[in-house]
């Protein structure tokens, strides 16, 4: 029940040869990254909101070219520093549970990134865990794969300015 | 937002005078205690699963007296040893979204026991939070101060069993 579910879940894996996941975690967890990287180009990210405990705020508010903004609220599960990032939107911060799912389509789901070394870079490893097939299916029809590979080749673009 | 808050969220506060907080905590996490208090009688527990740490499986099932079994499925979120513990039955093990609510009233919640030292005993507070008004009405319909009373009562019962 706690692996990956090819019926229910999605996941997209890359390797980044010359990023460290030093490099991954910190665009992963520090705002000044995130606003630069979160959202497939040209939307934009107008807010970010970290709080790297569990039961913490994870909140960052898309931007569409048109200036229309998407707030997306949950909280984080799970962190091991440079390896495992678990948030969801099935909770609100400190654990209590959502009225409404506040992503831009509604879409409950949990996240898990997983970074692992592999030679001189990184292997990057990010699962969209679903309750149901119609919202995997949802999720894949919106773009998981296109959405978050484009979104991870910006982070990588961005790899040479974080620090 | 991560604070109670009286509109969505029940809360039980108990103050045992001669139990200590290590004691609480083993009733509450240990399965073969958990079996003798989690529900009042003459219901009983008819199977527990606890796997402690974040993420992991929290699962009872209650049974009438007429033989009628009553799961609940649920994860642990945040283990704080003798102090803190909190599980929903939002996520299923491993963090999944649940697609339906598996408590005997289908009713979405996240719970926080927190135990303190208090004399020569503890002082316990047990909290519900619930993700709207109707939630939180329904669950104090159902007893919720009632029936948490009774069952701490049965725990304190049990202390000078628990080692």
């Given at each position: 029940?706690?692996?990956?579910?090819?019926?229910?879940d999605?996941?997209l894996?890359r390797?980044?040869?010359n990023?460290?996941?030093?490099?991954i975690?910190?665009a992963?967890?520090?705002p000044?990254?995130?606003k630069?990287?979160?959202?497939?180009?040209p939307w934009?990210?107008?807010?970010?909101?970290?709080d790297?405990?569990?039961g913490?705020?994870?909140?960052?508010?898309?931007?569409?070219?048109?200036?229309?903004?998407?707030?997306?609220l949950?909280?984080?599960?799970?962190?091991?520093?440079n390896?495992?990032?678990?948030?969801?939107?099935?909770l609100?911060?400190?654990?209590?549970p959502?009225?409404?799912v506040?992503?831009?389509?509604?879409?409950?789901?949990?996240a898990?990134?997983?970074?692992?070394?592999?030679?001189?870079?990184?292997?990057?490893?990010?699962i969209?865990m679903?309750?149901?097939?119609e919202d995997r299916?949802?999720?894949?029809?919106?773009?998981?794969q296109?959405?978050?590979?484009?979104?991870?080749?910006?982070?990588?673009?961005?790899?040479?300015?974080?620090?």
């Amino acid at each position: 029940m706690d692996k990956f579910n090819p019926e229910l879940d999605l996941r997209l894996e890359r390797v980044a040869e010359n990023v460290k996941p030093e490099t991954i975690w910190k665009a992963w967890t520090r705002p000044e990254h995130l606003k630069r990287w979160f959202v497939p180009e040209p939307w934009t990210i107008a807010d970010v909101e970290v709080d790297l405990r569990p039961g913490g705020i994870f909140r960052t508010v898309m931007q569409s070219p048109e200036g229309e903004q998407f707030p997306n609220l949950g909280c984080f599960l799970e962190i091991v520093e440079n390896k495992k990032l678990v948030w969801t939107d099935v909770l609100l911060p400190g654990f209590r549970p959502a009225a409404t799912v506040e992503s831009g389509a509604d879409l409950p789901f949990t996240a898990i990134v997983l970074i692992e070394a592999h030679g001189k870079g990184s292997k990057y490893t990010a699962i969209a865990m679903h309750k149901n097939v119609e919202d995997r299916k949802r999720h894949d029809e919106m773009g998981f794969q296109e959405g978050w590979g484009k979104c991870f080749d910006q982070l990588i673009a961005l790899a040479p300015e974080i620090r």
